[in-house]
């Protein structure tokens, strides 16, 4: 029986990584200059369909095509021939190639809808970079964007290292290859499997204002966060912590911002916002309940949230809604509510001590500090399992494995131990001497101590050094006193 074409383009793209067919640097430097060349020549194309697509505004579709173009450059750049022509030879002049890495061999691209392109273009070009074989998902959608790219990448791109192909389902392809799963609803990164990059759909990103934070600046960030790319984005923030004591300002700055921001494309803008029902349920529910009060327009609206326990405090937020709720302080923010570990995000506006705190006890797969940086609105959510990338959500190494070869001499520890197994040591090489080394002590920490008084010894006169501080004055005072009475006494005895 035949098989598939899905079937064969997959097959034909195992027996490329069975021969290491896109392992050669200039191969790989090949495929993304003919990316990036396609890319460039149907520009217009794709930002037309990206607009149609997303109803986006121009400033959202050309941040997109930017930044997916300058991550096609990042990794093409991350290629240096003349390294890792090095490299490649190294053992063979007696050096180590400790940092040697080869591609995975077969990936496989499930992509998200927000900004689609960037989500299919960055993952492809840092697995090309890698040195691997690539299939991206693509499913029979009415998206422009897709019917642009059915055409242009097959047409790019080496047919034997990639290929377009529906969802796949057969469990021997996906134990195989590297799966980047942009679509996945897990929340806890340890459920996340060696084999895949999963980016979960559901773990929130919060950001916190306090008190000495420049609100006007946390404002403009936070609503552009927000609503930028109809408020779709994994990384806009879910909810908003605000203190208290600046509540009335931050309102009213989040509502300047986002009403000037509108106003500059509400036609582009219009029919874009807060397109996410189960959100806006869950608005409108809380509102029955005066759980919360919501204010602003058809594009956009600030939720100010009166009763903690409304479900919007823990949801995944989709749209241009921004939940807002006030804490008392630093430790209310961090301690009262119960948040994901980690977080997708925290974005914390503060005096930088005060950030530092938040961002030190609150723990998120990233930290940002008085700043919500643009790129992370663009794309995925970065797979939890592996180290965040702040600039480009995956890196090549998330594509590669660890291969290292060495041959340098061993240090001489080592080479010790290896003579007293093999018994080549002779009399030097002994197992007391073995012994003697193994005791040696650490070298010191380099800060003063006092070596008569352990931990709790230390303790116990500290805290009876500030009890006698505290006792002396009293008892100074006391006798003081006693004194001036006995002398008022023996004066009255002898002049009576």
């Known amino acids: 029986m035949s098989s598939s074409p899905g079937t064969a383009a997959i097959e034909r793209l195992q027996d490329s990584v069975v021969d290491g067919r896109s392992e050669n640097i200039r191969y790989r430097q090949n495929q993304l200059q003919s990316l990036?060349?396609?890319?460039?020549?149907?520009?217009g194309d794709i930002c037309a369909a990206l607009a149609k697509d997303a109803q986006s505004s121009s400033a959202d579709v050309e941040v997109e095509y930017y930044m997916a173009m300058d991550a096609v450059r990042h990794f093409y750049d991350s290629l240096n021939f003349a390294?890792?022509?090095?490299?490649?030879?190294?053992?063979?002049?007696?050096?180590d190639n400790a940092t040697r890495r080869l591609g995975v061999g077969l990936v496989v691209i499930r992509p998200t809808s927000h900004t689609r392109f960037y989500s299919i273009i960055t993952p492809l070009a840092a697995a090309i970079s890698a040195g691997n074989c690539v299939v991206v998902e693509l499913q029979d959608t009415i998206l422009q964007l897709d019917s642009v790219l059915r055409k242009l990448l097959p047409a790019t791109l080496d047919i034997n290292t990639f290929c377009l192909t529906k969802t796949i389902t057969d469990s021997s392809i996906l134990e195989t290859a590297l799966l980047v799963d942009q679509t996945s609803t897990i929340s806890n990164s340890k459920s996340s499997l060696a084999n895949q990059l999963l980016s979960s759909?559901?773990?929130?990103?919060?950001?916190?204002?306090?008190?000495?934070?420049?609100?006007?600046?946390?404002?403009?960030?936070?609503?552009?966060a927000r609503f930028s790319f109809g408020g779709t984005s994994p990384y806009a923030p879910d909810l908003v912590l605000i203190n208290e004591y600046v509540k009335q300002e931050f309102f009213e700055a989040?509502?300047?911002?986002?009403?000037?921001?509108?106003?500059?494309?509400?036609?582009?803008?219009?029919v874009s916002g807060n397109q996410s029902e189960e959100t806006r349920?869950?608005?409108?529910?809380?509102?029955?309940?005066?759980?919360?009060?919501?204010?602003?327009?058809?594009?956009?609206?600030l939720i100010d949230i009166l009763d903690r326990s409304t479900p919007l405090m823990d949801m995944k937020i989709s749209g241009r809604y921004l939940?807002?709720?006030?804490?008392?302080g630093l430790v209310d923010a961090i301690f009262t509510q119960q948040f994901e570990n980690p977080l997708l995000a925290g974005y914390f506006f503060a005096d930088p001590g005060s950030?530092?705190?938040?961002?030190?006890?609150?723990?998120?797969?990233?930290?940002?500090?008085?700043?919500?940086?643009?790129?992370?609105?663009?794309g995925p959510a970065?797979?939890?399992?592996?180290?965040?990338d702040y600039l480009y959500r995956y890196s090549k190494a998330m594509f590669s494995v660890a291969r290292p070869q060495y041959i340098e001499p061993l240090p001489a520890a080592f080479i010790m131990a290896g003579d007293l197994l093999s018994g080549v040591g002779g009399k030097k090489i002994t197992p007391s001497a073995i012994r003697a080394l193994a005791v040696q002590p650490l070298k010191p920490t380099g800060q003063p101590k006092n070596e008569q008084l352990g931990f709790f010894e230390a303790g116990f006169l500290t805290m009876a050094s500030i009890t006698l501080f505290g006792f002396l004055p009293i008892m100074g005072y006391t006798t003081w006193i006693t004194s001036r009475k006995v002398i008022e006494l023996a004066m009255r005895w002898r002049h009576p």
Do not use: M
């Open 323 to 328: 939940p807002i709720a006030t804490c008392s």
């Open 281 to 301: 349920k869950a608005v409108k529910d809380a509102e029955d309940r005066k759980q919360v009060s919501s204010f602003g327009s058809n594009e956009f609206k």
């Open 254 to 270: 989040c509502s300047k911002y986002a009403t000037l921001a509108f106003a500059k494309e509400s036609a582009a803008r219009k």
């Open 201 to 224: 759909t559901t773990t929130r990103a919060v950001a916190i204002v306090d008190r000495t934070a420049d609100i006007q600046a946390a404002a403009k960030a936070i609503t552009n």
């Open 83 to 95: 390294e890792e022509h090095s490299k490649e030879y190294a053992v063979t002049h007696g050096r």
């Open 382 to 388: 970065a797979p939890l399992a592996h180290d965040a």
């Open 355 to 378: 950030a530092k705190y938040l961002a030190h006890h609150l723990p998120c797969h990233i930290s940002s500090l008085n700043q919500i940086p643009v790129q992370l609105l663009v």
């Open 36 to 43: 990036h060349a396609s890319l460039r020549d149907e520009a």
